[in-house]
């Protein structure tokens, strides 16, 4: 099993930073790939961005690219979300995942493990 706890979360301004941290415990290294996903109130969990561990395999969704970086921490078992020019339909819950089959990476339903999430409002 793979345990993900995120943290980072909070109130940010339009056009401001932000940077959402998730890590890792358990069988870490044998994870294929590692996902950032959110849901607004109302709406679908969504795929934000993803990264596999080896390689340099990365996807974004088409609303964040230019403005947030996915990126990893292999040694500390961490994996981060910088949001730059954050915009206020970037508010919702972000959850960071954990996808061990080594099948798919750009999927939700191939995700097998989830954090509890992290609220994100961005708002003036």
């Known amino acids: 099993q793979v345990q993900l706890v995120e943290s980072g979360g909070g109130l940010v301004q339009p056009g401001d930073s932000l940077r959402l941290s998730c890590v890792a415990s358990?069988?870490?290294?044998?994870?294929?790939?590692m996902g950032w996903f959110r849901q607004a109130p109302g709406k679908d969990r969504e795929l934000v961005a993803a990264?596999?561990?080896?390689?340099?395999?990365?996807i974004y969704t088409d609303s964040v690219k230019g403005r947030f970086t996915i990126s990893k921490d292999i040694p500390n078992a961490t994996v981060y979300l910088q949001m730059n020019n954050p915009k206020p339909e970037d508010t919702a819950v972000y959850y960071c995942?954990?996808?061990?089959?080594?099948?798919?990476?750009?999927?939700?339903?191939?995700?097998?493990?989830w954090g509890q999430g992290t609220q994100v409002t961005v708002s003036s």
């Open positions: 995942a954990a996808e061990t089959d080594g099948l798919r990476f750009d999927v939700m339903r191939a995700y097998d493990y």
């Open positions: 358990g069988r870490f290294l044998r994870t294929y790939a």
């Open positions: 990264l596999t561990l080896v390689g340099d395999n990365i």
